[in-house]
């Protein structure tokens, strides 16, 4: 339990080496498979997540929601899968109640961003193979799909990206003992500037590795890129006090603006390629 | 038998066709290719970091797989009758179990305990376990083994027969295996060297490969290797050769260079069966029932003289195993 926290009031460094507001390397590729209609592949820190889209292409009559009152819409299918390698452990995970949690959040969320009423009764479906777990599983799921979406021309309103953000928590501390408005603006500094009296700070961190996710209080938030920074989906699925919340979202919204960079980035060296490749 | 993959569609006079120009001598196959070709393939090892082995392989059709091995440490089911002898002389038998190596394989769509994946997992495991060499290799010492799960992932939707891209990816996987070395006493409990640079491959320089299991198909006397869909639809008959590289040690005593090492056979049910009947005008009263067809679906079996020739096709020195077996070899190297 103390893992972080013992060493992280000290140096400020995570247990990687990062500084509380770094991401870790995000690595993606897109059209990774041209049998697809649209594919990417995505890796946050070690999190390897492979997405395939097919579609939008005309559903299987009866199938679940596809009945009379969906015609102005179009289905979408999201299928997980976690290969069992993918953890420290071998695992088999057959649909466990995590899994179908976790596809219908995402279902959830790219029914808000992609543009369904295009596509008036016919079928899209995602399918994201998991290829190595180390923490923001959802995230990386809901990046990856971004991606995949983006390749196979599905028009979407914007980005819509995620990232997670954890809070460091003392074991002793079940509450902050400051008022929230006074935590210093740079949340680092707060430990320092306690003039010795550690017990009572706690930071936001961004974009959990796997170690300190099974330790800390996380939340996943996805966002529409752009101004609005509109929360599409928010996931706390730990105990943490209440006055944490807002700031770890804030942290979280934060990241997410640089994850959209980053994602951009990908998609315009693609795309310039493609140009240029005729 | 094997739970045929999707059908191609193809109306019976292109099945027709497609069957004639197979059937001539040489063959004149739909993309151009000499009967004994394969076609191209991009493949790498090594790919994810977590894992004892992994590769992933791409076909040229945009198939795709990933395979993931991981070993781990499991305590052996004590056997009291048999370790009797084993102590006596010193020298324990290394004896491994078909139990220690378990395979899944993850097809989109399937569900993991359907027909077409549980069936593919079997021959696959088959063919492995038929090189007992390699269970052998799992034993660390009379209490502990290692067990080996290897998952395969099939990336795209199975537009042909999935065997031998799984078979490939399978075997590249395993060549790329390494197990943390052993640094405690082999009879203690067993504690491993952390450096994992360290580790042993699970098939070492000195020992065969893991086998690689090739579909040939027969139409008429014609032998084409590596099959596609369209080919699969009109074939007489399938057959999947699992084949391993022969041993170093067979491959420095004798001349020339010694054939590979046939580990097992298994004849498929080719989808050509489930091909309609074609007719060019109403059937002819009186006639036989397999003239005026522009397309019957192939009945019957595979002649010993025709199997033999399929074999030789496979295994002999310079034949397709050796020229897949080398090719993987360059991947891993």
Known sequence: MPLDTSSYSLALLRLDGRRWNELRRIHAQISTQPSADGSSYLEMGNTKVICIVSGPAEGKRGAGAGGGGERDQSNIVVEISVAGFSGVDRKRRRNDRRTTELQHTITQALQATVYTSHYGGSTITISLHVLAQDGALLA????????ALIDAGVPMSDYLVACTAGSTTHASASAPQKPVGQQASIPGLSSLSGGGNFEDTDDPLLDLNGLEEQELPFLTVATLGGERDAVVVCLLETRVHAARVEEMLAVGVDGCKRVREILDGVVRVHGRRMVEGG | MAPSATQTLLSPAELSYIHHSLSLSPPIRPDGRSPTEFRPLFAETDILPNTNGSARVCFADGS????????????????????????????EERHGENAWVEMSIEIPGHRDDDALPVFLAAMLTEALLADSELKDRLWINRRFHWKLYIDILLLSPPSSYPLPLLSLTTHLSLLSTHLPALISDPADDPLFNDDWHSATPLYPPSSSTPPVTLLVTTIGETILLDPTPEELAVADAVLALSVAAPLPSKAKKGKGNPQARLLAIRTLDPPSRLTPLGTTAGPTEGAPPRTGMAWAPPQGGLKRELLSRVIKAVVAPGGGAEEVLAGLAGVVA
């Open chain 1, 140 to 147: 990386a799921c809901i990046n990856a799909a971004t991606l």
């Open chain 2, 64 to 91: 795709e797989a990933i395979a993931g091995v991981k070993a781990e440490v499991e305590r052996s089911i004590a056997r009291p009758g048999l370790d009797i002898s084993a102590d006596d002389d010193g020298e």
